[in-house]
């Protein structure tokens, strides 16, 4: 018999969806049912890890097995289950919050071994399930519960962690970007290693409108750049602007009057230099990219844990846990 390929409702679970109606996270939640159908995922093989907060509410409403961990430890789990059952396909959700703030080294350690898991940071710029604190991502004067008077802190670049942490792939997209955020997915789902998906999000209650510039259709042309590998940095609603690289400079040019899309960046996700420069393209100065920003091949973590495993069991033998305890300096207290 034929195999009937799975749909969207495949993957959607029994549980009563508890997030804001209106929040950015039924969106993510809609385009990933989409996509594992798409990618006739085994919901037997598929796992979803979170840690604490309201992205992390993820794993109830996907029909796959899932952890709710806790507060910023779930790149840990995440990397304990892939080590122990390395033929699962393991996706991490965490937030600014969860991801940056108390799971910021579970998360930089995850991404420097390059665990074969597929990690998506929702990025509201708020703490939303404890009712809206500034969060590693909010901006500096940010007036919430926590900061009346204003944020002092300078924000996290969430793919600025993943850059510096070695992470080998590290993209960006959008929550009502449909058609991209699918694209995303898809590339992150295909990759081997540590795939790190930042996702603008928007908290419409605590935070509303975060991400405004690049989700509003009439202005987000003007904000927003899509970089694809070996492409120019393209952009605005007439398709022309651009930006150039005078030295290690980016300045924004428009096409005309001498200048041509020869003249413009092309971007190449195995340049993690130029990944990095197109990271510090912020908004109001410049548009921000949304994409892949860095691909690159590199060994796997839990595939060099087996190796290891395996050549010392050929060199030892089984082992014996009883001996193991009881080897080397033992003693006795009375």
């Known amino acids: 018999m034929t195999a009937v390929a799975p749909t969207a409702k495949d993957f959607k679970s029994d549980q009563e969806i508890r997030w804001c109606p209106g929040c950015g996270d039924y969106a993510i939640l809609k385009q990933m049912q989409k996509v594992m159908a798409d990618l006739k995922a085994e919901r037997h093989n598929t796992v979803f890890v979170s840690g604490i907060g309201c992205s992390s509410r993820f794993p109830y409403y996907m029909n796959t097995y899932g952890f709710h961990t806790i507060h910023g430890r779930g790149p840990a789990v995440a990397t304990g289950l892939k080590v122990a059952r390395p033929e699962l396909d393991v996706w991490l959700i965490t937030g600014d919050g969860d991801g940056l703030s108390i799971g910021a080294g579970h998360l930089v350690h995850t991404m420097r071994r390059n665990v074969d898991i597929n990690i998506l940071l929702f990025n509201n710029r708020i703490y939303g399930l404890t009712k809206g604190q500034y969060s590693p991502t909010s901006e500096v004067g940010k007036k919430t519960k926590s900061t009346p008077m204003g944020s002092l802190d300078t924000p996290i670049n969430p793919l600025q962690v993943a850059l510096a942490s070695e992470a080998a792939f590290v993209g960006r997209c959008i929550d009502v970007d449909g058609k991209h955020q699918q694209e995303m997915l898809k590339r992150a789902a295909a990759f081997r290693g540590t795939a790190f998906l930042e996702i603008y999000q928007d908290c419409n209650v605590y935070n509303h409108m975060a991400w405004e510039y690049a989700t509003d259709r009439k202005i987000k042309a003007e904000n927003i750049v899509v970089i694809e590998h070996g492409q120019p940095l393209i952009f605005g609603a007439e398709r022309n602007k651009g930006i ?91």
């Open 244 to 334: 150039h690289l005078d030295g290690l400079k980016p300045r924004i040019v428009e096409l005309g009057n001498g200048v041509g899309v020869d003249d413009l960046l092309v971007h190449d996700e195995t340049d993690a230099t130029l990944a990095y420069l197109l990271t510090q393209l912020r908004y109001p100065d410049f548009p921000e990219p949304v994409g892949v920003f860095h691909a690159v091949e590199r060994p796997c973590y839990e595939k060099a844990v087996a190796e290891q495993i395996a050549a010392a069991r050929e060199k030892k033998g089984e082992g014996d846990l009883k001996a193991l305890i009881h080897g080397g300096d033992t003693w006795i207290v009375e």
